[in-house]
């Protein structure tokens, strides 16, 4: 059974970093796509960063230049390292991977941006 947890959530104040990593687990094949998304509080679920198994990006346009994301596919893990955190960042995080036309969900992990 495929599994994905995420850690590194938390309370940062504005123009501080988090790092999010999440952990995929319960498939002998690579993941095609791995990423995160986030919900805000009254908020649909939104994209946040995806990356292929080839390593090809894929973010969204309010997080440019702010936010990474890696794959190792190794371990199929995948990392969202988040710089110049806003208030607006502010939302739960969500891995999310796909393989075989199937998709696949962490339980989330809250980030707070607040002074």
């Known amino acids: 059974q495929v599994q994905l947890v995420e850690s590194g959530g938390g309370l940062v104040q504005p123009g501080g970093s988090l790092r999010l990593s999440c952990a995929a687990s319960g498939s002998i094949f690579s993941f095609d796509l791995m990423g995160w998304y986030r919900q805000a509080i009254t908020k649909e679920r939104e994209l946040v960063a995806t990356?292929?198994?080839?390593?090809?990006?894929n973010y969204a346009d309010s997080v440019k230049g702010r936010f990474t994301i890696s794959r190792d596919n190794a371990i199929d893990t995948v990392h969202l390292q988040m710089n110049s955190l806003k208030v607006e960042d502010t939302a739960v995080y969500y891995c999310?991977?796909?393989?075989?036309?199937?998709?696949?969900w962490g339980q989330g992990t809250q980030v707070t941006v607040s002074s």
């Open positions: 999310y991977a796909t393989l075989g036309g199937r998709d696949y």
């Open positions: 990356i292929t198994s080839g390593g090809s990006t």
